[in-house]
């Protein structure tokens, strides 16, 4: 009888996270959608699964908010921080200059699988022109430069939160996000992260060598690194640690990032305000 209470327990509390129900998360895009007025698109249809985005009216051509997440389908923590931070945001959401992807690979959430339905990883194409529902996403970021992008990933040998930062646009942003995870995760403190020795704890700062990425396929940050953003990181979030924890960490970076985006926003309108 025990064993069984403990059963039912568990059960409920996995669905009640439902972190891998693409449907429930669309319901859930749909209800801040029509309680924050954004408007939430279509932009790309897969055999089963339609994609979508949002975008706010306050975004322009220059500045503002990049943040996708899900390109990797057993990365769930940044689908679902992204949708919560979204709920959390709902009453100030459609003032917020930005541009969100809810979930890149629906097909990879669903079955817990980092590739799409073909077997692709979706995070080395951007250089190709032959995906339907990538070269969509490029058309809509086309005309943006944004202040900030940010592709929220999970890593199975994390162990604590890191992060990848484009070396490019002074002060650099990272130990700011790094400060702001601090409080609800560990910073991963490994002297190698993924064969690179991290400049401080828990960051990864680079010049990008494109040679080298030619080799092996351009993922999104570099398209976005390219052209289309002024800093650009990838989050990453240790996917062995409680999802509540690295969906936490990954809420903590989004809010952290807003309050600088609105801050550089303020600042520019003041310098054109003044000079
Ligand atoms: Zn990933």
């Not at 319901?27 to 949002?54: C, E, F, H, I, N």
């Not at 199975?156 to 942003?173: K, R, S, V």
């Not at 690179?196 to 680079?206: A, Q, S, T």
Request: aromatic share 8%; glycine share 6%; hydrophobic share 35%.
């Amino acid at each position: 009888m025990e064993n069984q209470s403990e059963f039912r327990k568990i059960r409920s509390e996995l669905s009640k996270q439902r972190s891998h129900d693409y449907r429930h998360l669309v319901q859930r895009w749909r209800a801040v959608a029509g309680a924050s007025g954004v408007r939430m698109r279509g932009y790309a249809t897969t055999p089963d699964y339609k994609l979508y985005y949002l975008k706010t009216k306050s975004l322009g051509a220059l500045g503002g908010l990049y943040v996708s997440a899900g390109i990797h389908g057993d990365e769930p923590a940044g689908v679902e921080a992204l949708i919560a931070w979204a709920e959390k945001n709902v009453h100030i959401l459609s003032e917020l200059p930005c541009l969100l992807f809810p979930c890149l690979n629906p097909w990879g959430l669903i079955n817990n699988r980092r590739m799409d339905q073909n077997g692709v990883d979706l995070n080395r194409i951007f250089h190709l022109k032959n995906l339907p529902s990538i070269e969509a996403m490029k058309q809509l970021i086309e005309p943006h430069h944004f202040t900030v992008s940010l592709m929220l990933h999970e890593d199975y040998d994390g162990q604590g939160l890191y992060l990848y930062e484009t070396e490019y646009a002074t002060p650099f942003w990272g130990e700011k996000f790094v400060k702001a995870a601090r409080s609800v995760i560990p910073i991963d403190s490994r002297t190698r992260i993924d064969g690179r020795k991290p400049l401080k704890p828990g960051i990864v700062r680079r010049k990008i060598n494109l040679k080298k990425f030619a080799s092996f396929g351009i993922p999104e940050a570099l398209h976005l690194h390219i052209q289309h953003s002024e800093r650009t990181f990838t989050i990453e979030t240790p996917s062995e640690f409680a999802l509540d924890q690295r969906v936490a960490a990954h809420m903590a970076v989004l809010d952290e990032c807003l309050r600088l985006v609105l801050k550089d926003q303020h600042q520019d309108h003041l310098t054109s305000a003044t000079g």
